[in-house]
């Protein structure tokens, strides 16, 4: 069984940067490959960006691309998030998700369904003020 717990949220103004963490605990994090979606107030749950287990491989949602950057300390067993340029629009709760690396592969069309996942973190909120 994987845990995971993410962490860094808050409230932050239209501009401004924040990172996010996740932690996995109960399997070593080089064997998960690692997704990071949202879910705004009143909207449908959306695919951030995803990273590969090795780490070799990333991918973003356009709505992000350029603002945001997701990496990961294998060694610490930890996943990022960094959101520079903040909009009001980025407001929601982010929820990092994993699946152990396996013969299905890291593409694009995979990891950036929901579905995908295994395990879920439960979430932390971000806002940012226009």
């Known amino acids: 069984q994987v845990r995971l717990e993410e962490s860094g949220g808050g409230l932050v103004q239209a501009g401004g940067s924040l990172r996010l963490s996740c932690v996995a605990s109960?399997?070593?994090?080089?064997?998960?490959?690692v997704g990071w979606f949202r879910q705004g107030p009143g909207t449908e749950r959306e695919f951030v960006g995803a990273?590969?287990?090795?780490?070799?491989?990333?991918y973003y949602a356009d709505s992000v691309k350029g603002r945001f950057t997701i990496s990961r300390d294998n060694a610490e067993n930890t996943m990022y998030l960094q959101m520079n340029s903040l909009k009001p629009e980025d407001t929601a709760v982010y929820y990092c998700?994993?699946?152990?690396?396996?013969?299905?592969?890291?593409?694009?069309?995979?990891?950036?369904?929901?579905?995908?996942?295994?395990?879920r973190g439960q979430g932390t909120q971000v806002t940012v003020s226009s």
């Open positions: 109960g399997r070593t994090a080089k064997n998960l490959n």
């Open positions: 998700a994993a699946e152990p690396v396996s013969w299905r592969g890291s593409s694009y069309v995979r990891l950036k369904l929901w579905g995908t996942y295994d395990y």
């Open positions: 990273i590969s287990g090795s780490g070799s491989i990333t």
